[in-house]
């Protein structure tokens, strides 16, 4: 069994304490805040699990095999770093550091180490996500034509990052996980806007230029009224619309196109055919994220979201920042020699 | 009563010649198209009303003191131009013309005669734009922040224009309605793809900066399995969300927002208050543009979507058409001499 | 071609009218209603279709083969058996008469002189009903269990009958349509609430036994604010599930079920497959009316929904109104020898 | 602080741990099954709370000062009374016991020495439905006239009741819940099917007269392929539509109704007001239940949902029986000399 140590009692940590405690091959052996009562809350007046806020002290513990980071996004790299430095397996909240170069750090880290370095992408382990990967591999959809995402909500204002930053690698991370093999985001465009003068954009659109010619799109928004989470993957041959808070139907795949002849009138036809909303298994998807994490530490493989995916999703965004900062134009994604494929 | 005749029996031809017998100031005269057997099937088997292939007849009618142009775009000009030399007011599809320079011709021909050159800015005329506007103008929404509108379906490819210029229209003229007097369109950007090799832009994202610091998005796709119509209008007090295609509750106003004081600390609050779908009246709403129609030429007086409306959206199309052809910069928008405002 | 008369110019009469001139096959003669400027405003300044007051007129015309009755239930009777003694085909809007009894002499007036009377069941023509009939009668569905039926809606209270003679036909007509041959409703049981003290039920459930044991059940509301049109077909295979109202996806065939073994145990288990939601055909039901009558006075054959299925109606429609009257027992449905069967 | 025992670590179980140990004012001692190692699971590694299969240690705990039952309905006369007779407090999931006379003992003897008996009713602490009270009991809705629930779903199937008794409660409750002070269900009538041959009513609609002459129904099914939990609080000024599956607009109060004078025409008129969706607080409702349930053993009075609340849907619950088992006719609901008011 995998010792794990929770690192960070805030928003998100407390459902890392939980998934953890659910999955058999790993044991939770301490949660660790620099306020230690918050660690104390999350714990609850019946748990057995250690209460600490000394990240050396956890470190420090034979007993902890791995980490899960749910620290602020500006101290991935000192606190992944004293993991990776420790021997320790790490997992991290999106995304993988602050900048790219970090990021970089992080990964030549773990993997001079022999260490699991992943991502807590945890809408890719989603069911939807993991179908309409296969969707796209298998050639169902046909030809990927293009991604459209609208991830928009009230009440996620954040103190120090701005709305691409906060809900964007949501979306690149998606698109990561399921572009066909060989297809790459090759440049960026952003356009953004701040009406409630909060200093940083609240309201973001995020285009991506695909390698194979198609288009990515992000409409990120913290002033909505509305909640929307929805990604349509459209093909040549059908279109799947993802709709996250549709808990009855949540994936649906059209068998609907536009087909037109080789021929010289180039006339388009349009082809209506049925819909299905195909069955899907049913469960959270922080709880593969976890397994994932334990089956990549055991079998001592990369996790399906290793610390590339996390490269990758931040040279995107660092590609938004900059044309977001001069005017929009698209801005080629840096794709350094260390940057695999996720195949 | 004011005499009409419809020019063009094609896709929208009908619903003109629907809408006109309808309209008690109106009386239809004639419809011309140049296939007379298609104007003869639109009138059916039990009108009174004359089918014509000859545009000079019609223009020759003194009968017939108005024409509505429901011919392609590229044609706008030419047909426009001879009804209004011919003394006739024109009611015309949108948009005004092919080019800006040539709605400009257009504007300045009737603007000389003081005849009535209108646009059939159809979505205008819905009860939902109406509120909308008012919402705006009367400060109920407060600042205005953010206007999302999205525009996706199948089966809509046109055979000589791109999305931008078959769809947007739409977008930017609700805009022009609904912005409060002084705030305009100042640059324009636009991200597209053509990813079926079609020859043009099938799916396009536009984007619009507001001269008060907000901003204007629309998604705007021939090749959606799925048809979505729907406007988020964005305000610090008040948000706005109109869904075209729910037939129960097409508009909602939702009374929630940031909040944050002016004080050091800038800590963000968010207000979560009712919402409310009010009450529209219901109706056609081109049975509205016609009584508009009528009711221009009957006061002598600009209709509430006139030319210069039409030169507006004009100029924003030309510039997203600047922008998609060298990278998403922004693309001042022409602000001519001619251009008003809608107030 | 078959020249026709519409007989009653009130809510419905205006689209038999439009319908029957969009028909090739048809030939609309005149409009005939007591009050003159009611005729005459439903045709419009611009038609060719006499208006008339004069029912002896219509009926008199060689010109007018057929009659369309679009009249107050209470009056069908009358006009209808009139027309049949002029020679003239019917067809009724629903109910086919205001009692049973009066039905038969309908039926029994049609049958002897060998003319077609069919009842405007519209709900049936729909690409809905006609899937629905086939989906059970091909056996798709399986053994069919229950149908359960939603028809509530605001603004409909009619002065001189109740919410289930007002609403019901409809979906005991589709009911009748889709039943596998040899099904039948047996027994018929209904509460009712006259709540806002009308003086007659605006608000009831109707149950009917179904010969193979499974139930259909209908809600029949006035007084509801939120309009819902819904029908559930639910067999041991797959469930279908037509909601009217939604645009996209009105019809959705739901691989799911319960299946248990026939051992011991007898422990039930779930089925949970995809959901289809088949491309249908688009098109105003009541032109595919206007075919089938037309179809059935030149082919010289009873219509899909004949005087036969508006009888079956009735008897159901009669023991509803017996239970509603006696507490809510099942009343048995009259079988009279005249009924015979959809197949 | 109070001390709690949970009995039965099924289905529901889980549930009742996780939010006894999140409340406060009480401290959870022990979870007791018969299946030990069920026990076990349940509470999971990190546990300090006992696990026992012994009822009996259970109730001779001293530290235990009340008991959450979660067995099957058949238990629970022979458990919460071991349990009353043993000085705890008991709060017991629905139906309170298999039949009203159980029912009654168990009232009996708890009123007897003073001990809270509280019903497990989570709905009625859901923020709809104490919203719904509120409208109703302050006139808002003006004139209670109908309520309509639809409680459908696949795969519930119990082994030992049917549809009636393991969902009925659920709405009943709810109506116990929101009807206004002296209005109560005066008879009950039901219909049913066992389509499927599985020895008991799985698809069941249940009727209630209520004292003022409006009527309530339920829609209760276990074999449909969608899940729908509807309930329409009809009245004469307003309408309130609850959609529980609905996230983002829950409660829906429509201000709309049919008007009519008292003159002598009687013409109906309609009124199509605003819809407005309030802002309701979020939270889990079983967390509202055990506050309750600390709180009126602190305070040493009746829950809002009580024995008596439990006996009333027994009583309905039992006429439905009666109804379905003798043709559907209207039964009148037994009202015993304890049966109070829920005020």
Redesign the interface.
Known sequence: MVGVAVIGAGYWGPNLVRNI??TPQL??ISLCDLDLSRAQAVL??????RATSSLQEVLADPEVDAVAVATPAATHLEVALAAIEAGKHVLVEKPLAASHADGLKLVGAAEERGLVLMLDHTFCYTPEVQRLRRLVHDGELG????V?S?RIN??L?QPDIDVLWDLAPHDLSILDAILPPGVRPVAV?A??????A??RA??A?L?AQLSN???A?A?L???????IRTT?V?G?R??A?WND?D???PL?I?????D?PDGQD?R?S?R????????LPVGEALRAVMAEFAAAIIEGRPALTDGRSGLRVLAQLEAASASLAT????VPVANGAMDGGAA
């Open positions: 405690q659910a044991r939770l609850g007046r019946y748990s057995t699990v030809e990927l034509q293009y459209d609208v009230l009440g204002v465009a356009h953004g806007s701040d009406p409630a909060l200093g609240c309201v659109y285009s010619g198609a288009i799109h409409h928004n913290w002033l909505s009224p509305t909640k349509i459209g040549s059908r279109t619309v808070l808990r009855t139907m649906a059209y068998d609907r196109g536009v037109w180039r388009v349009y209506i055919g049925d819909m299905v909303a195909p069955a005017g929009g134009v698209f």
